[in-house]
């Protein structure tokens, strides 16, 4: 059984900075894609960040730059490093794995939702003017 567990939200001023962390289990965590997405109140759920088997990385336009995703395999552990927080940052934030095991490890366009599974209850990250 997939768990994912996050944790690390909290709430900052803008300009700020945040780590959240996602230890997952009950899957060869190093051989599937892993990724960030993230929900605003009354808006869909988004993807942020992705880092396939190899570690190549993908982000969504806004967060180029300014956050970070990678992994330690050994502690089957996803990170996001977040700076340079701003207002529109503030989401509930979701660790996800890609559904299906695909050769290779890639992931899916961080558009394609449907594609990952969400196991955690994510954390909350809140960032004030």
């Known amino acids: 059984q997939v768990q994912l567990v996050e944790s690390g939200g909290g709430s900052v001023q803008s300009g700020g900075s945040l780590r959240l962390s996602c230890v997952a289990s009950?899957?060869?965590?190093?051989?599937?894609?892993m990724g960030w997405f993230r929900q605003a109140p009354g808006k869909e759920r988004e993807g942020v960040a992705t880092?396939?088997?190899?570690?190549?990385?993908n982000y969504e336009d806004s967060v180029e730059g300014r956050f970070s995703i990678s992994k330690d395999n050994a502690k089957n552990t996803l990170f996001l490093e977040m700076n340079s927080l701003q207002p529109e940052d503030t989401a509930m934030y979701y660790c996800?794995?890609?559904?299906?095991?695909?050769?290779?490890?890639?992931?899916?366009?961080?558009?394609?939702?449907?594609?990952?599974?969400?196991g955690g209850r994510g954390t909350q990250v809140t960032v004030s003017s």
């Open positions: 996800a794995r890609r559904l299906r095991w695909v050769d290779g490890g890639f992931c899916a366009p961080l558009e394609r939702v449907t594609d990952y599974i969400f």
């Open positions: 009950g899957y060869a965590f190093g051989d599937f894609c």
């Open positions: 880092i396939d088997r190899n570690g190549r990385t």
